[in-house]
């Protein structure tokens, strides 16, 4: 009984751990970096929830709103330690879709977009946590570590060449990877560049790559960014593009003035906007929270982002995903745990009640410095060069995934990497490996012939693997695999084993392929038995109609049994050369 209560203890503590996420041996030093970062990322917090509400069609303190709100929520049930959630400029041109033209048919202006935003809110969460609850949450491990390779460095490029203008001091209308370059290709051609603006972001740049460098235990975002508000105070820089004072206030309830209509009208957007949001969320929590050395379960990741939805819809704010800017910010300037996020929503809301005048003289360019410098940390292109020299077909599929997302943009690319994925999937398991098993001088069990030229046929006897499961695509292959090794076989062949273990299922194309197979083999005086076949496989099978043709005696527990049945039977003199009768040794190779 005590036993049983510690076991139940332990089991207790760790869903107490990972609830909280506090790691094992987090400290007073680990509370430091966490409050230091959260400090460092409202910096980036407080701009980017306005932009992105502006590009929402909804006023700017909706986006502080929707980031507070976001950031309580997920730290509250979150499942990452590293993830930060808000407003981001992938949904915002959805978000605007859904509710601009919604708005416009009625009355109320403004305040009835906020109302639509914040129902649209709701309504993505729910759509999030009902997805959680029945598993959908699969969708982010439809990827590859060289997809999500290739798909953050493709983020990374996108985020860069996105802050590239206001780095430099100017500002441009272009959308997407190509036509954003050939802004900033055109506005330095016409000298757009504002020097001072430009002085300021790459010396902020170069301000935290030294420090990161030099002095890795110094907060060098921090020192750049005060730094630069220093700057454009003393210096008096009017010609620098700066935030600007922040709009007082705090979050507020806005669901006023709806109706039942507005709701069914935004439920096919809401569907819209909760796919792009996980597939982002999903794609960004699985390739940090690896880095980080965690294992986040998604469906807890879909139901978190879900309920941070609804509180962003109660709050007054909008739909919100993961950050792919403000999650390498965090990362980068030392975050260990979401209470990152709580100290960014309190000093966010502090700014915005007590001191909405701190980002005045706060340069766009120190801003865009931070963004790049984040983003490019977490490029992982030393690996991507690594995959060319273990696996070329890899480093292809990565490769692949980078460029859509860099010429597609970052929605459309996960679709293609997802799809790369799956297609990696289905072309390994469309021709995966097959072998003929001999037996080896002094070597137990059954080995591909192929790489042991040297190993013995059982006479009469062919026993081959199929390294995937039998569906339509590859089932002839296995086929025509069985019969060719047949033929290629010296003397007569009286039985054919598989060797099924690998063999995780059959679909009924699969099976009608296995018939006829058996059908050619039996017509040629041949016996098709099977061995290490899953008890799940067989019961297919027997679904599939095949029990009169497959009875218990065609199925053996090991190749070794089935040797020693074929043996006995066919009365075929063997010797084993490892000197022992053959045995229940498994398939080595």
Request: neutral net charge; glycine residues 12%; hydrophobic residues 50%.
């Amino acid at each position: 009984m005590h036993e049983g209560a510690t076991g139940d203890t332990r089991a207790s503590g760790t869903r107490r751990e990972r609830r909280h996420r506090l790691p094992r041996g987090y400290g007073r030093r680990d509370l430091g970096y966490d409050v230091g970062a959260g400090l460092l990322l409202t910096a980036l917090l407080v701009p980017a929830g306005m932009g992105y509400a502006t590009a929402s069609g909804l006023p700017p303190e909706t986006g502080l709103y929707a980031t507070v709100a976001a950031l309580v929520a997920y730290a509250a049930v979150g499942p990452s330690r590293v993830l930060v959630l808000g407003p981001d400029s992938a949904l915002a041109p959805l978000i605007a879709a859904a509710i601009v033209p919604l708005a416009a048919a009625g009355a109320g202006g403004e305040e009835r977009r906020v109302a639509l935003a914040g129902l649209l809110a709701l309504l993505v969460g729910v759509v999030l946590v009902v997805g959680g609850l029945a598993r959908l949450g699969f969708v982010s491990d439809l990827l590859s570590k060289p997809i999500r390779l290739g798909y953050l460095n493709g983020v990374v490029l996108v985020v860069i060449v996105g802050q590239l203008p206001a780095l430099l001091g100017f500002s441009t209308d272009r959308d997407g990877l190509v036509d954003e370059a050939r802004g900033v290709a055109a506005g330095i051609a016409d000298g757009d560049v504002r020097p001072a603006a430009a002085a300021i972001g790459i010396g902020s740049l170069l301000v935290i790559a030294v420090i990161r460098r030099v002095a890795p235990q110094v907060p060098g975002v921090f020192v750049a960014v005060v730094g630069a508000i220093v700057a454009v105070w003393v210096l008096d820089l009017g010609s620098v593009p700066v935030v600007g004072p922040l709009p007082r206030g705090l979050p507020a309830p806005a669901l006023g003035s709806l109706a039942w209509g507005d709701v069914t009208s935004l439920i096919g957007p809401a569907l819209g906007v909760a796919i792009v949001a996980f597939a982002d969320t999903g794609v960004l929590s699985r390739v940090f929270s690896t880095a980080a050395g965690e294992d986040v379960d998604p469906n807890r990741e879909m139901r978190a982002l879900g309920v941070a939805n609804v509180a962003c819809g109660v709050a007054g704010g909008f739909p919100v995903s993961a950050s792919s800017s403000r999650t390498p910010v965090a990362r980068a300037v030392g975050a260990r745990t979401q209470l990152t996020g709580v100290v960014g929503a309190a000093a966010v809301t502090l700014v915005v009640v007590a001191a909405p005048g701190f980002t005045r003289h706060l340069p766009s360019a120190a801003l865009a410095a931070v963004v790049i410098a984040a983003v490019a940390s977490v490029a992982g292109i030393h690996d991507t060069w690594r995959l060319l020299r273990m696996n070329p077909v890899e480093f292809g599929l990565s490769v692949t995934a980078f460029l859509s997302v860099a010429v597609l943009g970052v929605l459309r690319g996960i679709g293609v990497a997802v799809g790369l994925s799956l297609l990696a999937f289905v072309a390994r398991a469309w021709r995966p490996h097959m072998a003929e098993l001999v037996r080896v001088e002094r070597r137990k069990g059954y080995h591909d012939r192929a790489r042991h030229p040297e190993g013995r046929r059982i006479p009469g006897l062919v026993i081959v693997r199929f390294d995937a499961p039998l569906f339509f695509a590859n089932a002839q292959l296995f086929a025509d695999f069985v019969t060719d090794t047949v033929d290629d076989a010296p003397g007569t062949v009286r039985w054919v084993a598989v060797a099924a273990e690998p063999i995780t299922d059959v679909d009924t194309s699969a099976a009608e392929v296995v018939e006829r197979l058996d059908d050619d083999l039996a017509g040629r005086g041949i016996r098709l038995v099977f061995a290490e076949m899953k008890g799940p496989v067989k019961d297919r099978l027997a679904r599939y109609g095949l029990r009169d043709r497959f009875g218990p005696g065609d199925f053996y527990s090991t190749i070794g049994t089935v040797v020693s049945d074929y043996v006995a039977i066919t009365g075929t003199p063997w010797v084993d050369w490892t000197d022992e009768q053959p045995d229940g040794d498994g398939t080595v190779e």
